[in-house]
T-cell receptor
Framework: AQKVTQAQTEISVVEKEDVTLDCVYE???????LFWYKQPPSGELVFLIRRNSFDEQNEISGRYSWNFQKSTSSFNFTITASQVVDSAVYFCALSEYGGATNKLIFGTGTLLAVQP | EAGVAQSPRYKIIEKRQSVAFWCNPISGHATLYWYQQILGQGPKLLIQFQNNGVVDDSQLPKDRFSAERLKGVDSTLKIQPAKLEDSAVYLC?????????????FGPGTRLLVL
């Protein structure tokens, strides 16, 4: 069965610190997609990144970077030089390719609080 | 490009009452999803439409929840009668097409409180 685990419930950092959010997934499929979403206090889920199971290259976008390791079934997210505006709940999610449905399986989220 | 629109943003009702939520997906998106997000949890899919047909409603409590997407664009999710445990955020999402590779874009959600 598919499962996404975000073991960190809450993280608190001071502005300008680097922070890594962990995500571990379970799936029996060889083709799948992983996503990160940000949910600020307004409630809307904001798409950050999509990664397919065949692309293990790390990705960097500004202060954001993602580390995908199939060997450990992990897809971790790092924010460099955190800012107060990064405060939000971050969700990791998994979707299978070619199944009857492409529903997203979400983790329970990590609440990131960045203190000024 | 306009995002996914939802209304109302907030709703407070008493148990056993009825409530309806509306969603307008991103223009041109064929697939529409309704998720339920209970406080402290990740969203859980309730129902998925491809155009105006249902792809997956296995997690929808059909004794009280119903959803439709009559013309393949807007969608309505209804709860009748509501229970206390239905208190949650109801998120609508859309994607260009169907398939695990598709990115789902979410609306702002409707926060429902059942008293």
């Amino acid at each position: 069965a598919q499962k996404v685990t975000q073991a960190q419930t809450e993280i608190s950092v001071v502005e300008k610190e680097d922070v890594t959010l962990d995500c571990v997934y379970e799936t029996r499929d060889t083709t799948y997609y992983l996503f990160w979403y940000k949910q600020p206090p307004s409630g809307e889920l904001v798409f950050l990144i999509r990664r397919n199971s065949f692309d293990e290259q790390n990705e960097i976008s500004g202060r954001y970077s993602w580390n995908f390791q199939k060997s450990t079934s992990s897809f971790n997210f790092t924010i460099t030089a955190s800012q107060v505006v990064d405060s939000a709940v971050y969700f990791c999610a998994l979707s299978e390719y070619g199944g009857a449905t492409n529903k997203l399986i979400f983790g329970t989220g990590t609440l990131l609080a960045v203190q000024p | 490009e306009a995002g996914v629109a939802q209304s109302p943003r907030y709703k407070i009702i008493e148990k056993r009452q009825s409530v309806a939520f509306w969603c307008n997906p991103i223009s041109g998106h064929a697939t529409l999803y309704w998720y339920q997000q209970i406080l402290g949890q990740g969203p859980k899919l309730l129902i998925q439409f491809q155009n105006n047909g249902v792809v997956d409603d296995s997690q929808l409590p059909k004794d009280r929840f119903s959803a439709e997407r009559l013309k393949g664009v807007d969608s309505t999710l209804k709860i009748q009668p509501a229970k206390l445990e239905d208190s949650a955020v109801y998120l609508c999402a859309s994607s260009l097409s169907w398939g695990g590779q598709e990115t789902q874009y979410f609306g702002p959600g409707t926060r429902l409180l059942v008293l």
